[in-house]
């Protein structure tokens, strides 16, 4: 088999930059894992930057997102049982979106399948061969078969446990790592929103995110030990633990219904550099995490394959190699803003484990400062809303 790109992974950055590829004439294949099923049921990230949503609704795959998206225009801080608005779009000019991975998942496969797009699922033992050479081949199992498919260039778009940056050989990365001394426990709650914005509490207990999916489904999150077993975490206790770390003086009430799916994740800031050896460019998770608290993950996933995208469209037309060589570089400038802007929203709401008074009363001079100063809020509003796109 051969194709133009071999993408590996059907996350949103393999998926739109099939898509954007797509749109520019430029063939690839999509090989994934997963299940289409399962892939378009992974409940994660749910908030859009507007540069995220302008792309995709440019791009023709937009049309559920703007009819079912939830448009908002600030977000709360909430610590000492106060509330305090950060007015995103009075602060910006711009908005983000409320609109579930899992859905950006599906309208992308849809769109690509219905444009005759080759996306394999349930692709095993995918293996790269000759990355540093001209003609790179991608090797799998698919349906029974052993495939090897040849290519101009791979796309290592498969995650933080994808097989891609492996490929590259040893001492060529540099890898920067911090770990989060605690972990998101998030559920998912068949109830309605008790917020119309996202709600992000700092309290003495730790960190609290109410979140949404639609006008029926609540996401919520508790800053829990890393280790933490989900066995310990009832249904009960989640509620009662969300109700103590979201309460406010106001009266503010929690509405709770039935719990639908739980999950610990951990969180961490991690980062390789460079994003590219020789015919192998890697892309969103593969090259790079952040701590969820920024909402970054997703967004910064799509924004690396724009810039690819370009970059191949560029090389396929005019043959000239220079963005394609200043992908990694490009990505990093972005990449590493999102990681200063993720670990400072993190450090100002999280509680730690070493915490101590002086530490206590500097992250509460943080959270006064942001909702206090409107040269504050609006460093924040920028960051959260998202800095330009290519
Ligand atoms: C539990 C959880 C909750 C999250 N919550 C948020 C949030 O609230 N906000 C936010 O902004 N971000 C969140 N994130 C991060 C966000 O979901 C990711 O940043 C985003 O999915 C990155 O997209 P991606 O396409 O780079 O990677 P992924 O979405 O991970 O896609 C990679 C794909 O590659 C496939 N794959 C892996 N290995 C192979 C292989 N060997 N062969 C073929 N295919 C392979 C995988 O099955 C997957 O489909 C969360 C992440 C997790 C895990």
């Not at 859009?48 to 908002?72: N, P, S």
């Not at 219905?114 to 061969?129: C, I, K, N, P």
């Not at 280790?227 to 249904?235: N, T």
């Amino acid at each position: 088999m051969r194709t133009q790109v071999a993408i590996v992974g059907a996350g949103p950055a393999g998926l739109v930059l099939s898509h954007l590829l797509h749109l520019r004439g430029i063939d690839s294949v999509v090989l994934e894992l997963r299940s289409r099923d399962y892939v378009e049921q992974r409940v994660r990230a749910g908030v859009l930057e507007q540069g995220t949503v302008e792309l995709l609704q440019a791009t023709g795959v937009g049309e559920r997102l703007g009819r079912q998206g939830m448009v908002h225009h600030g977000i709360e801080l909430r610590f000492g049982g106060r509330r305090h608005r950060i007015p995103l779009t009075e602060l910006t000019g711009r908005s983000i979106t409320i609109y579930g991975q899992q859905e950006i998942v599906k309208d992308l496969i849809r769109a690509r399948l219905e444009a005759g797009g080759t996306v394999l699922f349930e692709v095993e033992g995918v293996r790269l061969q000759g990355l540093a050479s001209d003609r790179p081949v991608v090797s799998y199992r698919h349906g029974g078969q052993d495939v090897e498919l040849a290519c101009d260039l791979v796309a290592g778009c498969d995650g933080y446990h994808g097989v891609c940056r492996d490929a590259i050989p040893a001492g060529t990365l540099t890898v920067y790592e911090r770990l989060y001394p605690f972990a998101w426990l998030g559920v998912l709650a068949a109830v309605a929103p008790s917020a119309e914005e996202i709600v992000y509490t700092s309290h003495q207990r730790g960190f609290a995110l109410h979140s949404m999916r639609s006008p029926e489904l609540t996401r919520l999150y508790l800053q829990v030990d890393p280790d933490e077993p989900i066995e310990r975490w009832p249904d009960e206790r989640i509620w009662e633990e969300l109700q103590t770390r979201l309460a406010t003086e106001d009266g503010w009430t929690l509405g709770e219904g039935p719990i639908l799916e739980k999950g610990v994740s951990a969180m961490r800031s991690f980062v390789v550099e460079p994003m590219q050896f020789g015919r192998l460019f890697l892309a969103g998770d593969a090259a790079h995490i952040v701590p969820a608290t920024g909402a970054k993950g997703m967004n910064l996933a799509i924004a690396d394959v724009q810039v690819l995208a370009e970059a191949l469209a560029t090389w396929y037309r005019t043959g000239e190699d220079g963005l394609l060589g200043g992908y990694s570089a490009a990505c990093l400038r972005r990449v590493w803003r999102v990681q200063d802007f993720s670990a400072w929203m993190t450090g100002m709401l999280h509680r730690y484990p070493d915490d101590d008074g002086f530490q206590r009363r500097l992250r509460r001079a943080r959270l006064e400062y942001v909702a206090g100063s409107e040269a504050a809020a609006r460093s924040l509003a920028e960051n959260y809303v998202g800095l330009e796109r290519v």
